[in-house]
């Protein structure tokens, strides 16, 4: 395994390692002057009439000579729409092609009564590794050998380990922790980072997902896999659901100063568009600094009914990783890593926890990174890692 440590950007080689024929490349993560404050839409826009195009003739008077200058091509004339006395107070309520009636609009006009949501980056330096391995085989494998030593680490500190679960196809990954004898299952208490509102015998059961790979094949206590209540809305299942985290005793998860819950691992995949869990990007729920469980009732992605820790909860624990394998996963992977975005705009970016962070790849879906550019600190990483 190859070693790679950046410290403020500068990538230096430390050392090699045969294990799980994988590449691993560490990086300090630091939020900086830079990113560590920004706002999505904290400036109010304001909003003018198009002037008409007489308006932009610059004409120059010299004398009694009068000259005339057309406007630049780069000018974009936006001619007047069809409300001139501005957007009517109400839209809709007509009938549309399809025979249903459109809904009336509640918006107020652009810009107008719309909350800016604030995203930040931590202060604090987080040690971030990326690990690429040659197969999808090899990352499930390297996957399981990290969830096994955080489980043996976290017992002998406490006696307990806690570990927070995604869904979709990261779950697949965990079939490589069946049959090992060196984790203690019966110490585990298992939750899930988001969850889909529905029948825990769905299809889109996040829970269900992980039952048929992996929790009913080992021996972790049902008392100890916290699952959702059925049949209530999205707001009560988030509530009962922090409940449930609220009952664990404080040995089994602690609490920081802030009164967060501190769990010991979160696993996590990544979307195509950069959410993690179900916190989507530029989306209320990403922003939201307190709360340890919410509701998400306008998921982009199906079912849209959900809930989802926070990310101050996600980043209150010791190590997270996240698991991105395939060539589908590419792009985001290498924008993730390799271009800063503004906050917000990829939600596994603000993932920033106490202790590690690590990205396990494979080739494929880091097959867009430049590692070999890394040293370069003109070109990468552009990341503040």
Avoid at 67 to 93: C, D, F, L
Avoid at 97 to 115: F, H, N, Q, T, W
Avoid at 335 to 347: C, D, F, K, M, T
Wanted: proline residues 7%; neutral net charge.
């Amino acid at each position: 395994m190859l070693s790679l440590k950046v410290s403020t950007n500068i990538v230096k080689l430390v050392s090699t390692n045969t294990r799980n024929n994988s590449v691993v490349a560490r990086v300090a993560k630091k939020g900086g002057e830079d990113s560590s404050k920004s706002s999505g839409t904290g400036d109010k826009a304001v909003f003018t009439t198009p002037p008409a195009l007489s308006d932009l003739v610059q004409t120059k008077t010299s004398s009694e000579k009068t000259s005339t200058k057309n406007p630049s091509q780069n000018i974009n004339i936006i001619p007047v729409g069809r409300w001139p006395e501005g957007i009517p107070p109400a839209m809709g309520g007509h009938f549309m092609p399809s025979g249903e009636l459109a809904p009336l609009s509640k918006s107020k006009g652009p810009g107008v009564d719309i909350a800016p949501l604030y995203f930040t980056y931590p202060d604090a330096t987080t040690d971030t590794q990326v690990i690429v391995h040659e197969t999808a085989f090899s990352a499930s494998s390297g996957l399981a050998d990290a969830v096994a030593d955080a489980s043996a680490e976290a017992i002998a500190r406490k006696g307990s380990f806690t570990i927070a679960l995604s869904g979709g196809s990261l779950v697949k990954s965990l079939s490589s922790l069946v049959g090992r004898e060196d984790i203690d299952f019966s110490k585990w208490y298992v939750l899930f980072s988001d969850e889909r509102v529905v029948s825990l015998s769905s299809e889109d059961s996040n829970y269900k997902a992980a039952a048929e790979e992996f929790l009913n094949k080992v021996a972790i206590p049902s008392s100890q896999i916290l699952k959702i209540k059925e049949n209530m809305t999205a707001e009560q299942t988030a509530e009962h659901y922090a409940g449930q985290m609220l009952n664990l005793s404080d040995s089994v998860l602690p609490r920081t100063a802030d009164h967060l819950p501190v769990l010991d691992l979160i696993l996590l995949g990544v979307g195509p568009d950069g959410h993690v869990a179900s916190l989507f990007p530029n989306s209320k729920e990403t922003s939201t600094t307190s709360g340890w469980v919410l509701p998400v009732t306008h998921s982009p992605k199906p079912p849209s009914e959900r809930i989802t820790l926070t990310m101050p909860v996600i980043n209150a624990a010791q190590n997270v990783i996240v698991c991105a394998l395939g060539a589908g996963k590419a792009e985001i992977v290498q924008r993730a890593l390799e271009v800063q975005s503004l906050p917000g705009a990829i939600p596994v970016q603000l993932v920033r926890p106490q202790k590690q962070l690590r990205w396990i790849l494979d080739t494929e879906s880091a097959g867009s990174l430049a590692l070999d550019s890394w040293e370069d600190k003109k070109k990468y990483p552009r990341s503040t890692f």
